[in-house]
């Protein structure tokens, strides 16, 4: 592999038609292990003398929010390198990526995805879509059956690694990992039998994934960040990994916010925060930022008044203009799942153009059932984060991580530790008559 990147960074220098494996525009560790691994694949099974660069579909500045040592950073080879501009075909890694690259659309030679796609969002080239809990599990399937003589140590524990962090450790119970997971995850345990075991890894992968210490506001918010666009309007949701009590007690928070929509031309910002209490059980949190009034009020009244599913909301107060804050009832309705709640309040916003004369009812308590739910949870403050500072470095990435965010959900997630949140939040209702958090 390492000889692999070399090469890469060679065919770069001498400016030589490239062939380009595109991952999607969340980067999350399946997006880059599937990119690196695929092009790696397709460069030992050509006869002819072609590479193909794997690319992180981001920008380098990104890169230390993305907590991965593939290799050296000069072997990373990101959107700022124009490998796009100089390829000749390109392998997709999902047809959702292709959105905002239009103008690949004809150059593209292959889609493979592990999501239900839109037919709309397909380029005229074969896409291979196959519902499984990696996109990894699919590049090892065409390893292992294509050329598994070009295999190395190297390349089998970044693919076993990514399938058994996406699928949760492969816990069936939480329906993740899929028969075809398990198998590969196997085989390769089976060709590499040093390969580190899977608690092992999936403990490292894992707290690497809920390790904010270090990073700004801004930094915070694009480290796991997914945007949907609506005819013309725009809004990014991320995952924060403290509690929301503390983020909005950060120093400047509201120009950060509204810097980073700015410079984003983002309409509307949803943060979801995820942490565990002192009892160990998960605890999540919603925040909506949006200056413009009216399609703040739509965002919100579509949370709130959400039947399918229910998210059990409670408004948290808050000083802070511009934006409304709630505690989560309901810990099984992941980012995946509020994606779609999110697309249809934008759709409404665009098709009417009116605003709400009057805020839809708030599904919960009051405010004052708000600050005694708040009081339950409010003792699991993340300790050590820093604060912001003038012009601050950017993290170091840790050493023992190959993950960003994965991903949460859908992508993104797109890290499955949104599956584990959904499971501990089970494992938590089974326990006891009441949850734990009863207004979350």
């Keep these: 592999m390492e000889d692999y990147l070399q090469g890469c960074r060679a065919a770069l220098q001498e400016s030589r038609p490239l062939h380009v494996v595109l991952g999607n525009e969340a980067c999350d560790l399946d997006s880059m292990v599937s990119a690196l691994a695929l092009a790696f694949y397709l460069t030992k099974t050509t006869e002819a003398e ?19 040592h593939l290799a050296e950073e000069d072997n990373h080879h990101h959107r700022e390198k124009h490998c796009l501009g100089r390829g000749k075909q390109v392998a997709a890694l999902s047809c959702q990526n292709l959105q905002s690259d239009s103008a690949l659309e004809e150059s593209v030679a292959e889609v493979i995805d592990h999501r239900p796609i839109e037919q709309k969002h397909c380029p005229p080239c074969p896409v ?33 690694g990514t399938i058994i962090l996406d699928c949760v450790n492969m ?18 345990e089976a060709l590499f039998p040093d390969l580190p075991e899977r608690n092992e890894i999936f403990d490292c992968l894992q707290k690497a994934k809920f390790d904010v210490s270090g990073l700004t506001t801004e930094q915070m918010l694009r480290k796991d960040q997914k945007v949907i666009y609506t005819q013309g309007v725009k809004a990014a949701i991320s995952a924060v990994y403290m509690d929301l009590v503390a983020f909005l007690q950060r120093p400047g928070l509201l120009q950060d916010l509204s810097a980073l929509c700015q410079a984003h031309s983002c309409d ?7 942490f565990f209490n002192t009892h160990n059980e998960p605890v999540r949190q919603l925040a909506v930022f949006c200056p413009q009034v009216a ?38 309705v992941s980012r995946k799942k509020l994606l779609p709640l999110l697309q249809e309040a934008l759709s409404a916003y665009s098709d009417s153009g009116k605003i709400p004369t009057e805020q839809p009812e708030a599904v919960g ?12 949870t409010g003792s699991s403050l993340t300790p050590g984060l820093s604060q912001d500072e003038d012009d ?26 949104e599956a584990v949140f959904e499971k501990c939040s089970q494992i938590s209702l089974s326990q006891s008559p009441t949850a734990a958090v009863s207004k979350k």
């Design 50 to 68: 072609e590479v193909f660069i794997p690319v992180l579909n981001i920008k380098r500045s990104e890169l230390p929010l993305r907590a991965v």
């Design 365 to 376: 308590a009051s405010a004052e059932q708000a600050d005694q739910g708040l009081d339950k």
């Design 268 to 274: 509307a910002l949803v943060a979801m925060t995820i």
């Design 392 to 417: 601050p470095p950017l993290p170091p990435t840790p050493m023992n991580s190959l993950v960003d965010e994965c991903p949460l959900d859908q992508g993104l997630p797109k890290l499955s530790a």
């Design 295 to 332: 399609l703040r009020m739509m965002i919100c009244g579509a949370l709130e008044c959400s039947h399918s599913p229910v998210l059990k909301l409670t408004p948290i107060p808050t000083t802070h203009p511009d934006l409304q804050a709630y505690l989560q009832g309901n810990t099984q």
């Design 171 to 188: 816990d069936l119970k939480i329906g993740k990992a899929t028969p075809k997971d398990k198998e590969y995850v196997e085989k390769l």
């Design 128 to 160: 291979s879509v196959e519902l499984v809990g990696s996109c990894a599990t699919l590049v090892a399937e065409r390893i292992l059956q294509g050329a598994p003589e070009i295999l190395d140590r190297e390349t089998a524990a970044l693919l076993h």
